[in-house]
């Protein structure tokens, strides 16, 4: 025992010996100031440092272990480089083994959210399920007899036949391959009015460019993007003459059907017409959808129980879409009389599921919803609860107006969600005791020219397709005695 003491006393008198004195200015160490104060680390170094006394003999006597450090198990990254990454030491890192989560790309979980969110459509009292459309033939297949031609004209805008006037098409082929199924035949009539609309083509290609790039939000895309492409097609046909301020000529008298894009963000479902869930734990078995908010239809479909659709759900922001295409009726159609009688003297003081007054006497034909392309929410939840609280009150209104007995099918309706460029239909089917929503099909985008005139074909053939077999279709539902 002497002869080791001995051994490392001589070992710590040789080390003592090779620092090198110093004076004591170079002694004195300047604290440092609370702003260039280093944190404090608990990270343990391993090695022994230069000028680092050697272990005594009772701090080797302390334990038997050998000095060498030992690793903690083989591993891709050791607990001291993520420790030090991380500034902490081993005592800072758990090391409970835990199962890895398997790894979902960004897409996958995307997926996996649109399904859990539109779990909620299968719980109404009248289910809404959704069929893909895979291809062109199974379309013509599957989609309702009275949106085929709707369809067959947006495929053909696909394709990109015919969407862009004669009369621009020195400017366009520019910027767009000059091949000749892209433009139209001459039009003699045109007085410009294909300039003007290539101005504004030109406009909202810019500004949806800026706002996918600024990450602007779904207002700013409405504002600047959506709402200049609707009114493209669905401007207001009331004209008037201004040349004399006192001979004001209105001309809002029109003689035709008229179709508007209506922007609808602050209009709530009536409670009237609110969709209902299917074995809910009410008093009456159901409980309203509609006021179930966004935030609570991410569950998965298991925890749709009855326990979990309580009535606290019940009291949320509801659900709203972003814009409506309603239609206009000539004073003197019978259509337009039933509608006015209809809400006079009936309990339901309003043609559509929606209270909003500018929209008390124009039915509804097609609801759209828009999203940026990062947000969380699946527009086609919204879309669905709207459309199954608008075939909620086309039942009341016809039991109001012709009472119980055998009805016709009702008319199909198309839904349109917009997600950042892209545009995209459904098309829904009444079956009776549910609802069918087939889809998506592409309509067009914003992202470049000829996509744009893709989506104003397309969308001119929605505007064509309400003025003819929607009108047809919801008088046949409201007026029996004219059919």
């Known amino acids: ?19 090198e004195p110093t004076s004591p200015e170079q002694q004195t160490i300047e604290p440092a100031s ?22 005594t003999e009772d701090s080797m006597m302390a334990s038997d272990k050998p000095m060498t450090p030992v690793r903690r198990g083989a591993r891709k990254r050791t607990n001291e480089e993520a420790g030090g990454e991380l500034g902490l030491d081993d005592e800072g890192l758990d090391e409970t083994p835990r199962p890895r989560r398997p ?34 033939a199974d379309a013509l297949q599957s989609l ?8 067959e004209q947006i495929s053909t805008a696909n394709e990109f036949e015919g969407v862009i006037p004669y009369e621009v098409r020195d400017i366009v082929k520019k910027r767009v391959r000059d091949k000749p199924q892209y433009f139209r035949a001459p039009n003699p009539a045109d007085n410009g009015k294909a300039m003007a609309v290539l101005a504004s083509v030109y406009a909202i ?22 709402s200049p492409l609707l009114y493209l097609v669905f401007s207001s046909d009331v004209k008037v003459d ?17 179709v508007r894009a209506e922007p609808v963000m602050s209009a709530s479902i009536a409670g009237d017409s609110i969709p209902l869930l299917r074995g809910s734990s009410s008093s009456n078995g159901t409980e309203p959808a509609c006021s179930v908010s966004i935030e609570s239809l991410l569950v998965s479909e298991r925890s749709l129980t009855n326990s979990n659709l309580s009535l606290s759900m019940m009291r949320s922001r509801g659900v709203k879409v972003d814009y409506v295409l309603a239609v206009e009726f000539p004073e003197d159609t019978l259509l337009r009389k039933t509608i006015k009688e209809a809400i006079q003297d009936s309990p339901l003081p309003h043609i559509n599921q929606t209270a909003y007054l500018p929209l008390k006497e124009s039915p509804i034909a097609v609801a759209i919803e828009t999203k940026t392309d990062t947000s969380a929410q699946d527009p086609l939840v919204q879309l669905g609860i709207w459309t199954g609280a608008w075939y909620k009150h086309m039942y009341d209104l ?12 009702l008319v199909s309706v198309p839904v349109i969600q917009v997600v950042g460029h892209q545009w995209q239909v459904y098309f829904a089917q009444d079956m ?15 992202a470049n020219i000829l996509s744009i005139y893709g989506l104003l074909a397309s969308l001119e053939a929605v505007k064509q397709w309400v003025e003819g077999a929607f009108c047809t279709g919801l008088e046949a539902w409201l007026t029996p005695e004219a059919r």
């Open 205 to 226: 290609k810019h500004r949806a460019t800026e706002a996918q790039v600024y990450q602007r939000d779904e207002i700013a895309w409405n504002t600047m993007v959506h």
């Open 1 to 19: 025992m002497t002869t080791s003491f001995q051994v490392r006393k001589q070992s710590i008198d040789s080390w003592l010996d090779a620092i």
């Open 103 to 136: 790894y979902l790309s960004p897409r996958k979980r995307q997926v996996n959210s649109l399904k859990r969110s539109r779990a909620i459509l299968g719980h109404l009292q009248k289910p809404i399920q959704i069929l893909a459309v895979p291809d062109y």
């Open 144 to 151: 309702p007899a009275d949106v085929i031609p709707l369809y």
């Open 432 to 446: 009776g005791e549910s609802i069918i929503i087939h889809g998506p099909i592409p309509l067009g985008s914003t």
């Open 242 to 258: 201004t040349t004399f301020l006192a001979d004001v000529h209105d001309t809002t008298q029109s003689t035709a059907i008229h």
């Open 34 to 55: 609370p702003e260039h104060r280093e944190p404090p680390t608990k990270r343990v170094c391993r090695r022994p440092a230069q000028n680092t006394p050697p272990p």
């Open 398 to 409: 016809r039991e109001y107006l012709a009472g119980p007995g055998p009805k016709p099918r």
